[in-house]
């Protein structure tokens, strides 16, 4: 993976994006991964899994406002989240700034990614660790939803992978059934589809997944600067249609109430419903 | 710029993109810049100027069609069009599609990227070349504008390289000037604002300079694949304020009457509207 001091992200066989080398900072063999970070002169520290960029400090804003703000202000009154993977803890952060929220419980499989995260990334998670409405544990997000209770969950917000490897059964019938079975009537859950310009497959086969079990699947759009490739699209599965439905206004009212408003980068009211408007070439992977 | 069988983008010192490079079709120095087209495995045919990417066959829609429709649609009634750049002919070929377009004129400095793009790249510009509507010139944009006829356009698009090297002059208060003299009274101007995740400047002197010369300076985003880092900005000047509010429906009657309607992958009604919608960390580079 390294030439030099780059380091080429080994996602697509021909085509990519390096990075040029500051420092590594770490290279460790998980239980469940290979995991790097190093310092990079462009975007600050990367994290690398399996050869795959997951996040940078510099643009990690644009991925966890959009997976993290826009369902919980679509559904306006979330008070349990449950988080599946984001070991960083940068959706964990987001998600507790809403005063709506009275608990959220992260499951993540892979202890080291935490750890690290914590010594490495410690801005992007910051003061959400010990938060007394967070509840982080070590394990299988497939194990938790199979046995947590019925309803007991207002959003799932589920920041995997890619469906290769570790991440590949959040992507599965059984996972979304058991989704469906711990939200509340109002509940969705959200999902990261990939980059369907570079990974159609992904958005089209996991859309037609969660169409089995919730009425209402879309997608929305985020540009984020080292998911290469265009548009990363964000899976959606609800049980009730009119949170797609929810206005400019209302949404402002909503974030300006739970204390996100005037405190973002990338999210704003108008592009959170604008993300719902898909390009063809994206709409076109969607069920009917 | 090679490494075995791979082409890395030089734009950025210290991160980019790399492709796979399939077979490479030509490789020239022009009296301007270095032009290397290659076809690649993941993206079709690729032209690169100076180290950097300009267009793949695989994503020039997106930066096409967002570049052209959003103006014209904009506008409403634009017959008089001028391109600066553009020598692939991609962009002429958008504007040729719209029905309102009675003389479309390019200027485009280096023959030898039209030459190539003619010979390599032939879809792209397709029939284009040969509209009698189309007026194509080898040379100068800067000494074009400066010697047209006032009032002679409805639009002007700019489609060139980043402000270095041959693009440079592009970008002066002299160039916008006379753009502002052979605009209409509902006149506007577009030109690409590079990504402002990687390159602020860019878009920030560009419209403070752009704001000397129009009352009303803006920018709108579009995710193009292989301009790679976020949202690209498309600079937006414009000597009438009611341009930018066309609403949905308005945008959506003139692109049926103008035979855009349905034949677009990444440009819809919606996207139009909603690519004046910033995220905050793009905004806050514009001019107050």
Known sequence: MTTDNWINESLYPDWGQRFLVKRELARVQSEFQDIVIFDSFSHGRVMVLDGVIQITEADEFV?????THVPLLAH???ANVLIIGAGDGGVLRRVLQHRTVKRAVMAEI?????RLSKQFLPTIGGD???DPRAEVIVGDGI???KHATDAAFDAIIVDSTDPIGVGEVLFTDEFYANCARILTPRGLVVNQCGVPFMQADELRDTSARRAKFFPHVSAYVAAVPTYVGGFMTLGWAAKDASLT???VAEIRKRA???GILGDTKYWTPEIHVGAFNLPPYIARHLPE
């Open 128 to 130: 959400a660790w010990n």
């Open 76 to 78: 306006g009154a979330a």
């Open 143 to 145: 194990d938790y939803v």
């Open 110 to 114: 892979d202890g080291e990614v935490i």
């Open 256 to 258: 300006n109430a739970s």
């Open 63 to 67: 991925y966890q406002e959009m997976l």
């Open 245 to 247: 439905r929810v206005d």
